[in-house]
């Protein structure tokens, strides 16, 4: 029995290594090349930047996925969205987008700073930022 016990608390600490390493490894490979390439291509389409911050509290593979989502709505998004002055000047107030995990999927804009929420399932799309944004 003590045997069992110890064997089962060892294949759990190692369980939970594995996990906190593959979602590093989804960090590394997955949201972080995302949230540049964001950053950059809404420089580069709206004339202005863009710093984008991915909160601590979204821990699992899927939450960080979505910040990834949420990253790759913004680069595919900026481009089509910013082929005017009017509505560069209008993206160009938000100056910060967190993105972090709550109750529900949506989107806060205030004072150059934009919320965009999932709750690890959905995430915010480019439609739902710019419609706060450029009112």
Aim: proline residues 1%; hydrophobic residues 40%; charged residues 30%.
């Amino acid at each position: 029995m003590k045997h069992l016990l110890i064997a089962t608390a060892i294949m759990l600490a190692s369980m939970s290594a594995f996990a906190g390493k593959e979602e590093r490894e989804v960090m590394k490979t997955e949201v972080v090349p995302a949230v540049k390439k964001a950053e950059a291509t809404f420089k580069k389409s709206c004339g202005c930047a863009l710093k984008i911050s991915v909160k601590d509290n979204l821990k699992s593979i899927d939450e960080l996925r979505q910040a990834r989502n949420v990253s790759n709505a913004v680069d595919e998004g900026a481009p089509k969205h910013c082929n005017d002055d009017d509505s560069k000047k209008a993206m160009c107030a938000l100056k910060t987008l967190d993105i972090t995990k709550g109750a529900e999927t949506g989107f806060a804009f205030k004072g150059g700073k934009g919320v965009a929420t999932t709750e690890g399932q959905s995430y915010v799309t480019w439609d739902m930022i710019a419609r706060e944004v450029d009112k």
